[in-house]
């Protein structure tokens, strides 16, 4: 019996209406997909849900990333607040609500690491720090904290290599003053230190660096005379100077440069126009130096030109000062500068021979050594006809010894009666000057 053969379907295409092969999905002649509109429709659907969805969901990220975003930036002022108003403890505790809403912002736990060392809490802040500066070892700021953190823990070689670190390092803003500032800020912590040379060293550098900011070579020259470099100092108040001859600040600077370099005319010229100038709103301190410049220049008996009975007047006076300093101060301290009498001598020189009476042993007690000021007061005694003015007029030889008496009178006498008097304080600026001369 003869089997039929199952009728065939063609299957065409919905959109052009020709044969598409069987199983095929695409139609090869328009190159579409061979589904019905209702297939269709649902496949658009599908695609634009998911978009959606997806659209929705980063959306929904941002939108809690912002919000985590804010309350970080809260809680980070609520920070800010506390450090101004001078709360380390309670700005620790904002900081730190701050990191738990954004823990990878550096600049939290940058100001976290400084409210730590603040507190005083140095290992804990050490820790945020180091991690910071491994993560960006050429940031300035990170290595300025732990310079701060390391002179607090009293490590030196630590505190200068961080301190050159952040002043070679990379700044936000501002890079050329924050460097300036930062050098500043070891030159303060070297001068504390007692490390002089370097202190001095970093400033020549500074001063080489800005010659035409005004601001910084007038605080260079402060520091400088601090150290007692008043030459160096004078350099960077002339330059000041040289662009502008009034700044009063420039020219009190020279002014106290000069006085200390012994050059008694340019510090009263000098801080005569600074007063001037200022119209007294510089104060006490101001008018102290010129009142002081003027007494030495008065005073000195080394100055040039000066005619030989000048010289001697001011030798002669200076003797006096120093005696009456002698008497005063050995005053003050219960000390009897008279020399003793012949019988106290004798009395002492001879003591009574041991009896019954008082227990076979001598109740003398032996004279101590004199004391410096009662040496000095002898000495002087001695030099007291020679340093008369008239007799120095007649030998000035003698004016030399005698201005060494008065100031190893000052020397001794510095350290336990301090100057009271503007002529005293002449007299010491003089001495400085002359030791300084004879080295």
């Known amino acids: 019996m003869p089997v039929e053969a199952p009728d065939t379907t063609e299957l065409r295409c919905v ?59 809260r809680w980070f002022s609520r920070g800010e607040q506390a450090m101004a108003m001078n709360y380390p403890a309670v ?20 100001k976290l690491a400084e409210a730590l060392m603040k507190e005083g809490r140095l290992s804990e802040a050490r820790a945020y720090l180091m991690t910071l500066w491994s993560q960006d070892p050429a940031d300035a700021q990170v290595n300025l904290d732990l310079a701060r953190l390391y002179a607090q823990q009293n490590k030196p070689d630590r505190v200068a290599r961080y301190y050159r670190s952040a002043i070679d390092g990379v700044w936000n803003d501002n890079p050329l003053q924050r460097r300036t500032e930062t ?10 230190s007692g490390e002089r040379a370097r202190a001095v060293a970093e400033l020549i550098a500074i001063q080489a660096d800005s010659p035409e900011d005004p601001q910084t070579q007038i605080k260079v020259g402060s520091f400088l005379l601090q150290l007692g470099e008043s030459s160096r100092a004078a350099k960077s108040f ?79 006076a200076a003797f006096t000062l120093a005696m009456d300093r002698l008497r005063n101060c050995a005053a003050k301290q219960n000390i009897t500068l008279a020399p003793q009498s012949p019988a106290a001598v004798s009395k002492s020189a001879n003591p009574p021979l041991p009896t019954k009476k ?38 000035p030889d003698a004016m030399g010894p005698t201005m060494d008496f008065v100031f190893d009178v000052l ?13 005293e304080r002449a007299l010491q600026l003089i001495a400085r000057h002359e030791s300084e001369d004879l080295r």
């Open 91 to 110: 700005a620790i505790d904002d900081y730190h609500n701050a990191l738990g809403y954004d823990e990878n912002n550096p600049r939290y736990r940058l």
């Open 411 to 423: 020397r001794t006498t510095e350290g336990s009666c301090p100057l009271e008097t503007m002529q």
């Open 238 to 316: 002339d330059a000041v100077l040289q662009m502008n001859g009034d700044n009063v600040d420039a020219l009190t600077g020279a002014g106290q440069a000069a006085l200390n370099m012994g050059d008694y005319r340019k510090a009263v010229g000098m801080l005569t126009v600074a007063d001037n100038l200022a119209g007294g709103k510089d104060g006490k301190q101001q008018a102290d130096q010129l009142a002081l410049a003027h007494e030495t220049l008065e005073t000195d008996p080394y100055l040039r030109n000066l005619a030989i009975t000048q010289r001697a007047n001011r030798v002669a």
């Open 15 to 73: 959109r052009c209406g020709r044969v598409m092969p069987e199983g095929s999905y695409w139609c090869p002649s328009c190159g579409k997909l061979n589904v019905s509109l209702r297939v269709r429709i649902v496949f658009v659907l599908l695609i634009f849900f998911i978009i959606a969805g997806v659209g929705l969901t980063k959306w929904y990220v941002s939108y809690l990333r912002g919000l985590e975003s804010s309350l970080a930036q």
């Open 183 to 192: 050098r500043f800020e070891l030159v303060q912590y070297l001068t504390q």
């Open 358 to 395: 008082n227990g076979y042993a001598s109740q003398t007690v032996p004279a101590g050594a004199p004391n410096s000021l009662q040496l000095l007061y002898e000495s002087g005694l001695q030099k007291q006809q020679s340093a008369k003015a008239d007799a120095l007029r007649k030998n």
